[in-house]
């Protein structure tokens, strides 16, 4: 990407639905019988509780959705509900990429990423437009800073098809990897 080349990013208001709607039913079931029914102490400190961790979840999903992130050649900036952070890729430090299932073979989930550098850190998971160009611009930036990426990311940037070496640093797309495998043999 070029450094006049900006893109913005966000979340899309299909990715986020399903969490709006699962806060909101949590927040009907465990809030809706303290306001409306006469609820003993012993019933009502758990549903007080998960009442106000879904009403977090509903918070957190509001910002998700309000999230707004400009990826350019110089770097990431992310604009939310707890203020702005601003990550030049010359000063990226550390990336981390986590895979989470949604089922025990693995074959549903989500990618949750963590970038970090003196400006703070980024996190982001995969159901933001544009994750994969965002996690090559990293990994490409991790490489040229000399930051080491451990196993687990370099397996989970290998699922993206975002190719990583032995030692941690990115090659070059498919012919990277290519010739990578065919020194391998």
Do not use: K
Request: charged share 25%.
């Amino acid at each position: 990407m070029s450094v006049d080349e900006a893109r913005d990013l966000r979340y899309p208001a299909t990715a986020v639905w399903g969490d709006y709607a699962r806060a909101g039913v949590g927040l009907v079931l465990t809030a809706g019988p303290l306001l409306a029914l006469p609820v003993a102490v012993w019933a009502a400190v758990p549903l007080a509780a998960a009442a106000l961790l879904f009403a977090v979840f509903a918070v957190r999903t509001v910002g998700l959705h309000r999230l707004r992130l400009r990826r350019t050649g110089d770097g990431v900036t992310v604009r939310g509900l707890a203020g702005t952070v601003a990550l030049r890729w010359a000063d990226l430090t550390g990336v981390r990429l986590r895979f989470y299932s949604t089922r025990r073979d693995r074959r549903d989930g989500w990618f949750q990423a963590v970038l970090a550098g003196p400006g703070g850190r980024i996190r982001i998971d995969s159901r933001l437009d544009g994750f994969d160009g965002l996690m090559e611009d990293a990994v490409w930036a991790a490489r040229r800073n000399g930051v080491a990426l451990d196993r687990t990311t370099c397996g989970n940037l290998d699922a993206l098809g975002i190719f990583v070496d032995d030692d941690g640093a990115a090659a070059e797309g498919a012919a990277a990897r290519d010739a990578a495998e065919g020194e391998r043999r």
